[in-house]
């Protein structure tokens, strides 16, 4: 983990940032903002806001299920913002970026067990009862290989192993007979990402299901969403004589693309998060894209940076403020400090009133960093 004091003007888009940071919003305590402006003002329009602040149960997709393959999507982005081949350069000149690369697989694989056993309860010392698979050991995977791709082969290349990873794994998941279910099975018991789980995982899966949602299998097809992420970075950072806004509209029609290609393969490899399938996986793909195009003409063209600034702050420190969601209490930082204003508030408030405190806590902790350009980098 590195400390890195240095300018905000350091050559990045803006957008990125406050793109990363919207999306680390809704994990810090965003996703409750719904629930409380539905018991403050009883409109019963915000129980479909609520509902998409949640997981799908299984098959299906909301907006919360974005979240995790859109960090993904915008790790790439950054990788494709500044391309590097390394294949050519002397052995010398490579080691240090390949020592950074396995060290930030190595810490965030560290950061991920560490979050799992959070909330007070601490990592088993029995090494069968630690939960080696996490979320940021998925982003850590899909981060690493992207990076070797990026920097070992040409974007062609790239493409076909983005199209070999989501036509394999789909065909691996519809072909592949797990004793006792066949092949083709796409339940939490019968996937083949099941049975893997439950022979191949070491330690132990998510509340001990057969299925872990960051299982072996299912964080192959999350390198296919940081690839995409490289391609669209490779195209933002390439000028085009039809100009910016040219890029705009085909990011646009490229990302509904990938929506549509999505949901039609829904009717032969269901939609799911769980499962990561191939159709998750390019659902995911357009919308991310979708959002990062919105982003990119509102803060980079349009230069509305004042709107995107709250996120930005959350953005350039995010990995680092969601390993504290599991490590800090922030619920009990913010009630220390707002517990007086939150109990005056009217009872139906009140709800809204503790989300907001709770946000504001980390936000604050956020921008003391940003205006001393601590920037925590895995």
């Known amino acids: 983990m590195e400390v890195a004091q240095a300018k905000v003007s350091k050559r990045r888009l803006m957008s990125l940032d406050a793109l990363r940071g919207f999306d680390m919003f ?55 913002l500044s391309p590097k081949r390394l294949d050519k350069l002397p052995i010398a000149k490579r080691m240090p970026l390949y020592i950074h690369a396995v060290k930030r697989l190595l810490l965030l694989l560290f950061f991920g067990i560490l979050y799992n056993h959070g909330w007070g309860t601490g990592v088993p010392v029995v090494l069968d009862e630690v939960r080696y698979a996490s979320v940021l050991g998925r982003i850590a995977f899909a981060w690493f290989f992207a990076a070797i791709l990026v920097w070992h082969t040409c974007l062609r290349t790239q493409i076909i192993i983005m199209l070999g990873i989501l036509v394999g794994y789909a065909l691996l998941q519809l072909f592949s007979p797990v004793p006792g279910y066949g092949a083709g099975s796409f339940t939490p018991e019968g996937s083949i990402n099941a049975f893997v789980d439950t022979h191949f995982l070491p330690g132990i899966t998510y509340q001990n299901r057969p299925l872990d949602p960051e299982g072996i299998l299912s964080t192959i097809p999350a390198v296919a969403n940081a690839l995409a992420g490289v391609f669209v970075g490779h195209f933002i950072i390439k000028p085009h004589p039809k100009g910016e806004w040219f890029k705009v509209v085909y990011m646009l029609v490229a990302g509904a693309a990938f929506l549509g290609l999505g949901w039609l393969l829904d009717f032969i490899v269901p939609v799911n998060k769980e499962l990561w399938t191939s159709s998750f996986t390019l659902v995911t793909i357009g919308w991310s894209l979708i959002l990062l ?86």
């Open 26 to 80: 809704w994990i810090l305590g965003g996703e409750v903002l719904f629930a409380g402006l539905l018991a403050w003002t009883g409109w019963q329009g915000w129980q479909w806001f609520d509902t998409q602040m949640h997981h799908s149960e299984w098959h299906g997709f909301t907006f919360y299920d974005l979240i995790f393959p859109l960090f993904i999507f915008l790790s790439g982005v950054a990788l494709g």
């Open 293 to 378: 195009t919105v982003f990119y003409a509102i803060v980079d063209l349009l230069k509305w940076q004042t709107l995107a600034f709250p996120f930005v702050v959350i953005g350039c420190n995010a990995i680092i403020i969601y390993l504290a969601s599991s490590l800090i209490d922030w619920k009990y930082i913010a009630q220390g400090l707002f517990g007086g204003i939150i109990n005056a508030s009217p009872a139906a408030g009140q709800q809204l009133v503790a989300v907001i405190s709770l946000l504001l806590v980390q936000w604050l902790l956020l921008f003391w960093m940003y205006r001393r350009n601590i920037f925590i980098k895995v």
